[in-house]
Structure formats: C-alpha cells, structure tokens
C-alpha cells in the first residue's frame, strides 16, 4: 500500500494522498516529545478550556522542536496555527445566524491557513485532498461502512440519550432548527477530516511512524470533540473513531471514503438529537435507554 522509508517505516503516501517520501530518520525521543506537547497542548485548549495553559503547552513544544529538528519545526507551526485559530472562539454548539457564521469562517480559516503557508511558502504538496482514487470501493470498504451504520444505530442513541450528552446542544424546536442543524452537524463532520486527517495526521506523517502520527492526531480529535459536546463518556467511542479514521484514511486514501463514514455517523447523530428533544419524531432508535 505504501513505500518504505530509510529506518523501515511505512511511507508518508499513504497519509498524503499518494506521495510515498517516508520519515528519513527514526524519531528520537526529543523529537516525539515536541509533538506531543504540540498535540497534547489541545487538551488543555479545547478539553479543559484553559487557553493559557494551553498556549503555554504549545510554545513549549515549538520550543523543542526548534532545538531538536528544523524541518519538524515547520510543520509543527501549521498544526500549531490551525489550533490557535480554533480556540479563539467557544466550540459549544449554537444554531444562530452569528453562531454557525463564527464556525463557518474560523473553521475554514483553520484548515485554509496552514494549507496556503504549506504550499505557497514552503513551496510542498503534504496537505491534499484526494478526491479521485479512481478506483471502486472495496468489499472492505462497503463492509466497514455496513459496520458503522449498525454499530452507530446501536450505540449511539444509548450514549446521547442514556448519559444526556445532547444536553450540549441547544434545544431543537421547529423546523428552522432542524434544517440548521443538520447543515452544522455535516458541516463540521466535513471540516474533521480536512484538519484532522488531512492535515495533522499528514503532518505528522512525515516525521513519525504511522502509529505514532495517528495517536497523535487522535489527541487533537478527541479534544475538539469534547469542547463540542462529545463528554462524559462520549472518549470511549470519539478514540477508537479518530483511530480508525486515520487507519481507514491511510489505507484507502481516500478523502470521499473517510467523509462518507463520518457524515454516516454523523446523520445517526442528528437523528438522535431531533428525536431527544422531539420525540415523536425520528423514533426509529430501538436501544433509546428513556
């Protein structure tokens, strides 16, 4: 599926949408701790909502990344940008006209800078989108996607409305709601793979072995989803989501794929929402706990 690198790893192609340069040297423990920090430093940004702290994880992972290797330190900073970007403003859902236009334009400044200063500063092709694999969809593929629709219909329902995570989101009253939300629940379903896995995990890739750039990426993920809503024990499915993105990202290489998958679980999702606070309606969800 992918090349293979100097130290043995597998190549960055499978992360990057086709390019198959793979890490040149195996990550040293200086180097892996640069980005952690850069990535752990989301825990505390969006998890704990404890921007200074946050901030000072960040600039503290620069930092090492600046005295152990240059070129990490690059793309380090795009990663770094994007998550400042995101914490200037409350992940918390809100529907409003102003709401979804904050969402809107800090989200695809998010993805949009760190894409600009890769390819027109840095003059490199390791942020992309692949759209046509040109190739069909595997018996995998349509299997996993079949796995996703059962597990997501099954569990779901009990996590949203057994613990009452859709508390987190505003109440959905009217038709206008409806509409909104679910254009902001696929929205930002979208928006995930373009920064998640198109972005940090195909940063990371070009520095760190595939396991390792994928735990990563998943702390960022994982993260972001908490401030949206996805708490209490929501982690115990949003880690193994983010997990499997990456992997699924990585072997498919394929953007509409990994979207597909997402926006499948993302439509269980907002029944599940416009059926917690109107129950009459989307009442199709057997393992409802209320």
Same mark, same amino acid.
């Given at each position: 599926?992918?090349?293979?690198?100097?130290?043995g790893t597998?190549?960055?192609?499978?992360?990057?949408?086709?390019?198959?340069p793979?890490?040149?040297?195996?990550?040293?423990a200086?180097?892996?701790?640069?980005?952690?920090?850069?990535?752990?430093?989301?825990?505390?940004?969006?998890?704990?909502?404890e921007?200074?702290i946050?901030?000072?994880?960040?600039?503290?992972?620069?930092?090492?990344?600046?005295a152990?290797d240059?070129?990490l *330190?690059?793309?380090?900073?795009?990663?770094?940008a994007?998550?400042?970007?995101?914490s200037?403003?409350?992940?918390?859902?809100?529907?409003?006209?102003?709401g979804m236009?904050?969402f809107?334009?800090?989200?695809?400044?998010a993805?949009?800078?760190?894409?600009?200063?890769?390819?027109?500063?840095?003059?490199?092709?390791?942020i992309?989108?692949?759209?046509g694999?040109?190739?069909?969809?595997?018996?995998?593929?349509?299997?996993?996607?079949a796995?996703?629709v059962?597990?997501?219909? $099954?569990i779901?329902?009990?996590?949203?409305?057994?613990s009452?995570?859709?508390?987190?989101w505003?109440?959905?009253?009217?038709t206008?709601?409806?509409v909104?939300?679910?254009?902001?629940v696929?929205g930002?379903?979208?928006?995930?793979?373009?920064?998640?896995?198109?972005t940090?995990?195909?940063?990371?890739?070009?520095?760190?072995?595939?396991?390792?750039?994928? $735990? $990563?990426q998943?702390?960022?993920?994982?993260?972001?989803?908490w401030e949206?809503?996805?708490r209490?024990?929501?982690?115990? *499915?949003?880690?193994?989501?983010a997990? $499997?993105?990456?992997?699924?990202?990585?072997r498919?290489?394929?953007?509409?794929?990994?979207?597909?998958?997402?926006?499948?679980?993302?439509?269980i999702?907002?029944?599940i929402?416009?059926?917690?606070?109107n129950?009459?309606?989307?009442?199709?969800f057997?393992t409802?706990?209320r």
């Open positions: 599926m992918s090349g293979r690198g100097t130290d597998a190549g960055a192609g499978s992360a990057a949408g086709g390019e198959e793979a890490p040149t040297v195996r990550p040293t200086g180097r892996l701790v640069a980005a952690a920090l850069v990535t752990a430093s989301a825990v505390p940004l969006f998890g704990l909502q921007r200074p946050g901030y000072a994880v960040l600039v503290a992972g620069l930092v090492v990344a600046a152990v240059r070129a *330190l690059r793309h380090l900073l795009l990663i770094a994007g998550l400042v970007v995101i200037t403003m409350s992940l918390e859902a809100d529907l409003s006209d102003g236009a904050r809107a334009v800090t989200l695809t400044a993805v949009a800078l760190p894409y600009a200063v890769s390819r027109w500063v840095y003059r490199e092709d390791v992309r989108f692949p759209i694999t040109g190739n069909r969809w595997s018996r995998f593929e349509f299997g996993y996607l796995l996703v059962v597990g997501g219909y $099954l779901l329902p009990v996590y949203f409305l057994g009452g995570a859709y508390l987190n505003p109440e959905i009253t009217g206008d709601e409806i909104r939300l679910f254009i902001g696929n930002v379903g979208l928006w995930d793979e373009l920064f998640f896995v198109c940090v995990f195909a940063l990371l890739r070009r520095h760190f072995p595939f396991w390792q750039a994928n $735990l $990563l998943a702390v960022v993920f994982v993260s972001f989803l949206l809503g996805y209490g024990w929501g982690p115990l *499915l949003t880690v193994p989501f997990l $499997l993105q990456g992997y699924i990202f990585a498919t290489r394929s953007l509409p794929y990994v979207v597909t998958v997402h926006l499948t679980f993302d439509l999702i907002f029944g929402l416009v059926h917690a606070y129950p009459a309606l989307a009442d199709v057997i409802d706990p």
